[in-house]
């Protein structure tokens, strides 16, 4: 016999509300975060914010006739323009949660920021995605270097020497000990971009990839990269990154903003945390520069950036491959979401068999007194 349905409610099941409110915290919040349909007009106010406050910021820049010449305001334009989609992600929230009725995930649960559970996955991916980028970064360059794009010099590091020879007083000190104490200040440094990244990543990873995901898992992660890398347009088109400022230079930041993208939603997705996503941006920033003034050549021509950074045609190689083997491993497909931890059930006090004033008489000579049954345990909602 077929079973009757409508839109609500299957016959012969528990009711679908009955079901929900097993996936709600203490507080009667839905646990699950992705909206039924993408937010199209928060979307767009989402964008426009977030685009508009990043030619702001960087205006400067552009009337001061200097471009990319001015190193501090460069840097200054720079790093406020990491925190226009933070901004971006409070106005967006704003009109969602005026528009939106009935009840709504909590603001960190849809951003991931919070809970940290499970923590060991937070934990390790974060770490994974901090030290895992500058493999990645690495591997780039020798990438670049097997394909005749750059020169590099990992026996004699003439490069890295350049350099030293250019801080006095560091002539002297074991070239050994010199990368060590490079290596670790490149690892200071990117933690100490964790505050921009997380500007960024809360817009990116956060709000934009958890409201477009309606829209199928692929689709999400490339329109978010294609929107990040046109957002880089104010400084990319004064030459920033691969020193070509026109729209050639913009189109390979969507390139490699759509593959580093895709990695770094992965994270997000895998994890439902934005954490592992921040670590990795902001060891991207930190390392990349410095790992090429270790790799490069001092005595070569400087390289096209556009073919040998991680944002170029190198680095889409190595993202590319990494994307595939989380493909075939089947990687896309785990998407958690954060845990929350609920309070434990208390089990029920046993219940004494009640006492029978007479006895049920069996075929036999004994009788087994009448017993009323225990209460059943209460349920538990959240």
Known sequence: MET??????????????????????PKGRPLAIVPATVPWLEFAVFVAVAVILAWLVCLPLWLSGE????????????????????????????VQRRRTGGPRASIVRYLGIWPLRPFGRVLGMTALAFFGIFVLVAVAYLVGAAFGWMQVDLLGLSGFKAQLAQ???LEEIPVAVAVIGYLVIMALGSLFNL???????????????????????WPA?????????????PLILLGYNFARPDITGLAFMVGGCVMLGILFGWLRLRTGSIWPAV????????????????????????????????????GWIVSAIVIAVLFATGQFR???????KRPKAVAPAPVAPAASATETPTSGTTGT???????????EVL
Do not use: C, Y
């Open 221 to 233: 992660l490339i329109i978010v990269g294609v929107i990040w890398g046109l957002w880089h347009a």
């Open 334 to 340: 785990k998407q958690p979401e954060l845990g929350f």
């Open 67 to 94: 471009g990319l010449g001015n190193v501090m305001l460069v840097q200054v334009s720079g790093m406020a323009m990491m925190f226009t989609p933070l901004i971006a992600v409070v106005v967006a929230m704003f």
């Open 4 to 25: 009757e349905r409508n839109d609500k409610v299957i016959v012969g099941a528990e009711p679908a509300a009955a079901s929900a409110r097993e996936e709600v915290d």
């Open 279 to 314: 670590a990795g941006h902001a060891a991207l920033n930190g390392s990349a520069g410095m790992l090429l003034g270790l790799f490069i050549d001092g005595s070569a021509e400087a390289p096209d950036m556009a073919l040998v950074s991680f944002l170029g045609v190198s």
């Open 167 to 169: 801080l006095p007083g």
């Open 369 to 379: 007194p009448a017993t009323s049954p225990t209460a059943a345990p209460s349920r």
């Open 195 to 217: 505050t921009v990244a997380f500007g960024e990543e809360v817009g990116w990873r956060g709000w934009l990839l958890t409201s477009l995901r309606p829209l199928g898992t």
